[in-house]
Structure formats: structure tokens, C-alpha cells
């Protein structure tokens, strides 16, 4: 199977920014689209950005301009960099792969056990 461990969530200051990662292993045979997603209490998970293969990227209008997503294909591994972060940023982050399987060749979605990231001064 594909596992995703995300790292990079912690305690930040309004105004402040961190580094999101995941890196996705096991049997992997592709990697199609990669994306971010966060779920804050009593919420809904939403989609924070996406990219593809290719580069291409689109965002949540609540982070454009401040979140990058970008992507290593050699790694297998996605960031998310987050500035000029505000409390209502604060969320479960949780990585998100669209990816074949090399074991079954079955595609489907992946997901990271999420990382906590808190905005509060």
C-alpha cells in the first residue's frame, strides 16, 4: 500500500509561518495529483491547494497569496508553505495523494495522519 506521513505542524504566532511536508512510500507505481486539506473543529475538511504532476496548482481563496504548494516527484513528497498565517488557520492538516498502486494497480486516494497546526498568540 501507499503511506503518507506529513510533518511540520506546530504552534505559531498570527503573522508567523511554517512548513508543511509529506512524503508519500510503499508500493508505489504513480503519483497523479497531491494536495492539502484541513478539517478545524466542529468543520468540514477542505481543500486548501492542490498540484499536479505537472506543476499546476490551485488554492482555497482564503490562502491565495499566502500558502505555496510545491512538489519533489523524485521524493514522492508534497509541502505546503504557509505565511502570513492567522488564527483561523488553525486546522488539522491533512496530505492527500491521488495515486497507482504498484502492488494492485488500483488507483484511488491516500491520506496522511494529519498534523496540528495552531495560530494563536
Known amino acids: 500500500q501507499v503511506q503518507l506521513v506529513e510533518s511540520g505542524g506546530g504552534l505559531v504566532q498570527p503573522g508567523g509561518s511554517l512548513r508543511l511536508s509529506c512524503a508519500a512510500s510503499?508500493?508505489?507505481?504513480?503519483?497523479?495529483?497531491m494536495s492539502w486539506y484541513r478539517q478545524a473543529p466542529g468543520k468540514q475538511r477542505e481543500l486548501v491547494a492542490r498540484?499536479?504532476?505537472?506543476?499546476?496548482?490551485n488554492y482555497a481563496d482564503s490562502v491565495k497569496g499566502r500558502f505555496t504548494i510545491s512538489r519533489d516527484n523524485a521524493k514522492n513528497t508534497v509541502y505546503l508553505q504557509m505565511n502570513s498565517l492567522k488564527p483561523e488557520d488553525t486546522a488539522v492538516y491533512y496530505c492527500?495523494?491521488?495515486?497507482?498502486?504498484?502492488?494492485?494497480?488500483?488507483?484511488?486516494?491516500?491520506w496522511g495522519q494529519g498534523t496540528q497546526v495552531t495560530v494563536s498568540s
Open positions: 492527500n495523494a491521488d495515486a497507482l498502486s504498484s502492488l494492485t494497480f488500483s488507483r484511488r486516494d491516500y
Open positions: 498540484i499536479t504532476r505537472g506543476g499546476s496548482t
Open positions: 510503499g508500493s508505489i507505481f504513480s503519483i497523479y495529483d
